[in-house]
């Protein structure tokens, strides 16, 4: 059974940094292209990055562009998601994912493993 586990969350002021981490088990990584999804009370669930199974090729939503930088260590089965000059609006539930298709936008119906999510929380 496919676990996926995220970690790294926490509480944070404005300008602050955190680099959030996912590892999976039962999952051969280099396989899957993964991706970071957060979401805020009320919200729905957006994207905020991915990145293909080789990590050679990214994508990000414009609001987190410059901000944070996705990795991936395929040896260690760890997603990275470095996070810097955090904002307010940042604030959500972020969620790691797996999916055994690429495209050049993080399509949420994509992917098929989810772990239980890491809370960010960014204060004024």
């Known amino acids: 059974q496919v676990q996926v586990v995220e970690s790294g969350g926490g509480l944070v002021q404005a300008g602050g940094s955190l680099r959030l981490s996912c590892t999976a088990s039962e999952l051969t990584f280099v396989n899957y292209a993964l991706g970071w999804f957060r979401q805020a009370p009320g919200k729905e669930r957006e994207a905020v990055s991915c990145?293909?199974?080789?990590?050679?090729?990214?994508a990000y939503a414009d609001s987190v562009k410059g901000r944070f930088t996705i990795s991936r260590d395929n040896a260690k089965n760890t997603l990275y998601l470095q996070m810097n000059s955090l904002k307010p609006e940042d604030t959500a539930m972020y969620y790691c994912?797996?999916?055994?298709?690429?495209?050049?936008?993080?399509?949420?119906?994509?992917?098929?493993?989810w772990g239980q999510g890491t809370q960010v929380t960014v204060s004024s």
């Open positions: 990145i293909k199974w080789g990590g050679g090729e990214t």
């Open positions: 994912a797996a999916s055994s298709f690429w495209r050049s936008v993080c399509w949420i119906n994509d992917y098929k493993y």
